[in-house]
């Protein structure tokens, strides 16, 4: 796959050099040719003003000079300078006896004395064709003798010249100029070909690296990461890649220690139901009253477990965003008396206050209202179980667009070290060990993410927690 993009790659550099060429060459033929047609201007101008002195000073001392000799005259003449000339009336016929004029049609060129005298440019020469052998050739005209009447167009003393060139090869350089130009463009093509292939290969350098790297990539070589070196996309694309190996990284890192917390937190419930389910079955428990222990240990170990594997499926599917949110309109005065009602008791038998503040113009929220009773139950309760004496205090305010909800304490306090982890599944610090499994705060992250809202602790040994999360108001 590498090699046939290094190929694509190659194929569209070098047609892309070729094409440039093709066109350069098209474009430069095409001003050429005018080119070319100002240089046979140029030059049978340049022939037709030297014939035309010659030729008109024997034309002036014609009555002395044989006709035939101005014949082989302007034959010579013209032969020396590649050029057919013509001599004409002013009616554009050929005079008689000119040789050169046996190819062309009825004898005449076809441009008359008052054509010229109209159309001729600043040189006194005229754009024209003349037709000879079936052929049309660029040619020029002009007056040689002009009329000393300039209405009688017809007068005999009037006579009329035309040049054009002996061939078709009017421009001597132009095959040269060709085959140079050709042997220029197939050099040129050479070296782009030859610094295509040097590109392409130094941009698939960099893409081979990485696909050897993606190939690599798996279980037990996690820790593989492509250079970041080469194109500004290549290294882009070596950049995302490392952030995604990085986060599979993580993840796998995360899911070994998922599972071994798992297996940890089961492994005591279950060890403990085994014991008594195996001293039941011996028969080692015989005393009625040990029984029912037994048995209740038994329950509430179970009771544990399915709970914990509860949460754990609950955490799973907010985590993957599988859980939809049952969003509804309600007034922050419901939620707070809605959780008070539930720790009540348990505050007043712990000697522990517990109250709720509502800023001013906080709320309404339009959000899921069992989800967060669920994300106050489990600050609330976690600061019940480490709050001694004291209050516990879950305030609201509304700030920029977002409900700020915090929940404050004053009991034994988090050390600075181990905040970072309070929101982390299965952690519990020794010195706030329960009965919980280290799961709800974790919950309650992701409920609140869910929200599109975050979540923040701070707190200090001594002093107590305070935990803040924001949710985005109504």
């Known amino acids: 796959m590498i090699a046939g993009y290094g190929l694509r790659l190659f194929l569209g550099f070098a047609g892309i050099v070729l094409v440039m060429l093709v066109v350069s060459a098209l474009v430069f033929f095409s001003l050429f040719g005018g080119y070319r047609k100002e240089i046979d201007r140029s030059e049978l101008r340049t022939a037709g003003n030297a014939l035309g002195v010659e030729i008109l000073r024997n034309l002036r001392r014609a ?27 002013g009616r554009g016929r050929v005079l008689r006896g000119f040789g050169p004029a046996r190819g062309l049609p009825d004898g005449a060129i076809g441009v008359q004395y008052a054509d010229i005298m109209h159309d001729a440019g600043a040189d006194g020469w005229l754009d024209t064709k003349l037709r000879v052998g079936g052929e049309s050739r660029t040619a020029l005209a002009r007056i040689l003798v002009a009329s000393p009447d300039s209405s009688s167009t017809a007068s005999d003393s009037v006579v009329l010249m035309a040049v054009t060139f002996n061939d078709d ?50 279980p037990d070589r996690y820790d593989m990461r492509a250079s970041e070196s080469g194109p500004s996309q290549i290294r882009d694309l070596a950049a995302a890649f490392n952030g995604m190996a990085e986060r599979i990284s993580s993840n796998e890192r995360a899911m070994r220690g998922f599972i071994a917390d798992v297996s940890h937190e089961l492994r005591t419930p279950l060890t403990s139901i085994r014991g008594f389910v195996e001293a039941l079955r011996d028969g080692t428990v015989t005393d009625p ?41 309600f007034e922050l005065e419901e939620l707070f008396a809605h959780v008070v009602s539930m720790f009540e008791s348990r505050a007043q038998e712990a000697g522990v206050a517990l109250r709720a503040e509502i800023a001013p113009g906080a709320g309404p929220l339009e959000a899921d209202f069992d989800r967060l009773v669920q994300v106050l ?10 709050t001694t004496k004291g209050e516990i205090v879950f305030s609201a305010v509304e700030s920029n667009g977002s409900v700020e909800i915090v929940v404050r304490d004053t009991g034994e306090g988090i050390a600075a070290e181990h905040l970072d982890h309070l929101f982390d599944r299965f952690w519990q610090p020794e010195s706030r060990s329960g009965p919980g499994a280290g799961l709800g705060l974790a919950i309650s992250r992701e409920i609140v993410r869910a929200h599109g809202g975050r979540i923040d602790a701070q707190s200090e040994l001594g002093w107590g927690t305070t935990i803040t999360f924001w949710l985005p108001a109504k």
Do not use: K, W
Not at 176 to 191: D, H, K, M, N, S
Not at 377 to 386: E, G, I, P, T
């Open 63 to 89: 009555d002395a000079v044989d006709r035939d000799q101005l014949v082989m005259l302007i034959h010579e003449q013209s032969e020396h300078a590649g050029l057919m000339v013509v001599l004409t009336d």
């Open 377 to 386: 139950n489990n600050l609330v309760d976690n600061a019940l179980r480490h």
């Open 169 to 218: 090869d009017r421009f001597a350089g132009y095959e040269e100029l060709v085959g140079r130009l050709l042997v220029a463009g197939l050099a040129g093509l050479l070296v782009a070909v030859l610094v295509a292939m040097i590109l392409s290969r130094q941009l698939m350098r960099p893409l081979e690296a990485l696909t050897a790297v993606v190939r690599g990539f798996g």
């Open 289 to 329: 009253a040990r029984r029912e222990s037994s048995l209740e240990v038994i329950q509430d170990e179970t009771r544990r477990m399915l709970r914990m594997i509860e949460q754990l499926l609950d955490l799973s599917r907010l985590e993957a965003g599988h859980y939809r949110l049952e969003r509804s309109p």
